[in-house]
């Protein structure tokens, strides 16, 4: 009922069926709808937040603040300090493996098999789900290698 109106002012501007016009009623306004003087202005934005500055500054001129603790702080931030920075001396583990399907919900790609050999030697599938327009694709492989799902990709 709300796409009514919309969908026979659709109709009467694409149709030229006088007796169609003589059914919807159409109103003339002497004046707009919308006021002018309520028009949205423009609004002035800084070029770059002030704590931006410095950041930008270093990584453009390396030029690092004139308070040495600032100095330090900017210093340790940086990708080329965080590769001289101490490596964390955690204890080694082994890989545990992620048995829930969630982290990979937001890829939409999956590999199902191993299946029953089909014709020509495929025993997998490839599944892929288009997030937005949900569009699936499936391909039948042999083997899982890197370049056939770069192919299927």
Same mark, same amino acid.
């Given at each position: 009922?709300?796409?009514?109106?919309?969908?026979?002012?659709?109709?009467?501007?694409? /149709?030229?069926?006088?007796?169609?016009?003589?059914?919807?009623?159409?109103?003339?306004?002497?004046?707009?709808?919308?006021?002018?003087?309520?028009?949205?202005?423009?609004?002035?934005?800084?070029?770059?937040?002030?704590?931006?500055?410095?950041?930008?500054?270093?990584?453009?001129?390396?030029?690092?603040? /004139?308070?040495?603790?600032?100095?330090?702080?900017?210093?340790?931030?940086?990708?080329?300090?965080?590769?001289?920075?101490?490596?964390?001396?955690?204890?080694?583990?082994?890989?545990?493996?992620?048995? /829930?399907?969630?982290?990979?919900?937001?890829?939409?790609?999956?590999?199902?098999?191993?299946?029953?050999?089909?014709?020509?030697?495929?025993?997998?599938?490839?599944?892929?789900?288009?997030?937005?327009?949900?569009?699936?694709?499936?391909?039948?492989?042999?083997?899982?290698?890197?370049?056939?799902?770069?192919?299927?990709?």
């Amino acid at each position: 009922m709300e796409n009514s109106y919309a969908d026979a002012l659709l109709k009467l501007a694409s /149709s030229r069926d006088s007796d169609l016009i003589k059914a919807i009623p159409v109103e003339k306004l002497n004046q707009p709808s919308i006021d002018e003087s309520l028009a949205p202005t423009a609004m002035t934005i800084s070029e770059s937040p002030k704590w931006m500055k410095k950041i930008i500054a270093y990584l453009t001129n390396q030029v690092l603040s /004139s308070d040495r603790q600032e100095a330090q702080k900017q210093c340790r931030r940086a990708a080329k300090c965080q590769k001289f920075a101490t490596i964390p001396k955690l204890p080694a583990q082994n890989l545990t493996p992620i048995t /829930s399907p969630w982290p990979f919900t937001k890829w939409r790609i999956d590999f199902i098999g191993p299946l029953p050999i089909g014709r020509s030697g495929v025993k997998f599938v490839v599944v892929e789900v288009d997030y937005f327009t949900k569009w699936c694709k499936a391909e039948l492989l042999a083997k899982i290698m890197e370049e056939n799902t770069w192919k299927f990709l």
